[in-house]
């Protein structure tokens, strides 16, 4: 049994940019198991292209919150499930792991000085900064920060903290001849010139390049502000520059603080009285008297629990994201007790280290890989049975190019005709008779590199399976020790926003494919300065077709759709239509019962 995502319904977004508003077609999310109806996807034997969607009714997330702020109630602790301990010691600038964001939009805040919108995901809104506006040409960015945002230890948050996060983040840091990195993903802030504070609580980012689209990056909630000025910078001065999130009691400014943590148990948080944000109804937020996180390494162990009313909802994160065989026991036992949030996710990706020798170094070897794998068939035998094809981006956004299907050399052809022509690559590159390739294999994905191994094996590539716990997958998918590895990990849905895990791996040590290629930087400036949205839409899909399928730095295998369960009682909860990242703070959610 599988279930083929290849339609979503039609939306309207914009994207909101200080002083233009640029209308793109795209839509609105709702939540539970509403969406649109799939349409057939090409088969694995070729087929056709996936016709038009047709739009189908969705929730309206602006009516939602208004009706939640007039019904929701004070109270309660939510019982989630966590994948396990956050890594990376809580540092945001350290890791993009889900188990940390899962837990820190609660104690971080939902996002940075701007937040991807409640009511779309597409837009940014305010969050630390008021309001904003740049200088002409793009390159300078000026912040009004808020004036009502306290840290968790009562002290305000200002613009030198602001400011301190950005060099943090752009430079890293020196002390005591100790160095600290900048953040895996310093590519995506741009080529920072510098940081001000100016009067009146400003900040003003000046780039060396213009950026029309830099609120639209900075809203990743990847890019969360963990990192107290106060508490921090005093000990890196001394020299302790690794200093962490956990090393300061996790301080933050979220609508939640720490009560307590047990590692390997619990994550426990509560209402933090001085959280800034209210909702529509000029109520204060969160709704919530706490929230606790309930480490869960064992996706089984996670299902007995909710299934038992021990949990009141599930945790996000590959591995424990439902599968079509155990949604069914979920929907036995609880029937309407239960209810879905259905988020288009990650997709299933094959990436080469071409830093690395080997014949992956030939571009017609990894062409050839790309030809060879039967895209179709890693959905119900590698992603659970939910799951969708799409070369980047998820099917909703308004940046895929639904043509893909017709690339040629990639999907057009059926695939015995790719496959032939496979073998012809392999062939002119000198390797008919095969060779072996090292895979960083991610211990709870085994079924996924199980399966990209039994395909590989047809073209004569023995894939050694280098099966790795969470902890050397953190640091091993940021390294160079690796031939390949998955890039299973999620794309921002914004183009500019991808340039941590596409581009160059000098400047991305998260990227999925480690490559050189100068040529990136240089559609990733086009990307940037981009001011025409008709021109922004073909830069990227240009851009698209050479990572992919020109050059195959990276692999599109399937896309898969992200299930999680909660108990009905449970309201107000803001489910992305596309990045379990977004929207992880909880601040809206309340209990009827």
Request: proline share 7%; aromatic share 10%; glycine share 10%.
């Amino acid at each position: 049994m599988s279930f083929t995502l290849n339609s979503l319904p039609t939306r309207h977004i914009a994207l909101l940019l200080a002083v233009a508003v640029i209308t793109a077609a795209c839509g609105g999310s709702g939540t539970g198991d509403s969406g649109g109806a799939a349409s057939p996807a090409p088969s694995s034997d070729g087929g056709t292209p996936a016709p038009t969607p047709t739009p189908t009714p969705v929730a309206n997330p602006v009516t939602d919150l208004l009706a939640n702020a007039q019904e929701a109630r004070y109270g309660g602790v939510l019982v989630l499930a966590n994948r396990g301990d956050p890594p990376a010691g809580f540092d945001p600038m350290r890791t993009s792991s889900i188990a940390l964001h899962h837990v820190g939009g609660g104690l971080f805040g939902p996002g940075n000085l701007v937040t991807r919108c409640r009511q779309n995901l597409y837009l940014p809104c305010p969050n630390l900064a008021t309001s904003w506006f740049p200088n002409p040409g793009f390159t300078e960015w000026t912040f009004v920060i808020r004036n009502d945002v306290t840290w968790h230890d009562g002290a305000p948050f200002t613009a030198e903290d602001a400011k301190f996060w950005f060099d943090l983040a752009a430079f890293g840091a020196e002390a005591e001849g100790r160095s600290r990195a900048p953040a895996f993903f310093r590519g995506e802030l741009g080529d920072i010139k510098s940081v001000e504070v100016l009067p009146f609580n400003q900040l003003r980012v000046s780039l060396r390049q213009p950026n029309p689209q830099y609120l639209a990056v900075l809203s990743n909630p990847r890019f969360k502000m963990a990192h107290p000025r106060h508490l921090m910078q005093p000990r890196i001065e001394e020299g302790e520059v690794s200093v962490a999130p956990i090393d300061v009691g996790l301080t933050g400014t979220g609508p939640f603080e720490l009560d307590r943590y047990e590692p390997g148990s619990l994550l426990r948080l509560r209402r933090f009285d001085g959280y800034w944000e209210k909702d529509a109804a000029a109520n204060l937020l969160p709704y919530l008297a706490g929230i606790d996180f309930v480490m869960m390494p064992t996706a089984s162990v996670m299902d007995a629990a909710f299934r038992t009313g021990r949990l009141d909802g599930g945790a996000r994160g590959e591995g424990h994201y439902l599968t079509v065989e155990r949604k069914v026991g979920y929907d036995r036992d609880l029937g309407d007790r239960a209810f879905y949030a259905h988020i288009q996710g990650g997709i299933f990706r094959l990436g080469f280290n071409v830093l690395k020798e080997g014949p992956w170094q030939d571009v017609r070897v990894r062409q050839a890989i790309s030809l060879w794998i039967d895209k179709q068939a890693a959905i119900p035998s590698a992603l659970g049975g939910f799951g969708y094809l799409s070369p980047t981006l998820s099917l909703s956004n308004p940046f895929t190019n639904r043509a893909f299907v017709n690339w040629p050399r990639f999907n057009r052809e059926a695939l015995p005709e790719r496959r032939e022509e496979a073998r012809t690559l392999m062939a002119a590159a000198g390797y008919n008779d095969g060779f072996s390739m090292g895979y960083l294999c991610r211990s709870r994905l085994v079924a996924r590199c199980e399966f990209l191994q039994g395909q590989l094996a047809g073209l004569n590539i023995d894939l050694k399976l280098q099966v790795v716990d969470e902890g050397e997958w953190n640091r091993g998918r940021v390294s160079l020790d690796y031939d390949s590895q998955p890039g299973a990990h999620f794309t921002s849905p914004i183009p500019e926003g991808t340039e941590s895990v596409f581009g160059r791996y000098a400047e991305n040590p998260d990227a999925y494919s480690k490559h050189d290629d100068k040529l990136v930087d240089d559609f990733y400036r086009r990307l940037r300065e981009a001011r025409d949205q008709g021109l922004r839409v073909s830069v990227w899909r240009e851009l698209e077709e050479y990572i992919i399928r020109e050059q195959a730095y990276v692999v599109p295998i399937a896309g898969s759709i992200q299930v999680v369960g909660y108990r009905t009682y449970v309201k107000g909860l803001i489910i992305p239509p596309e990045d379990g990242h977004t929207h992880t703070d909880f601040a809206t959610v309340w209990f009827d019962k």
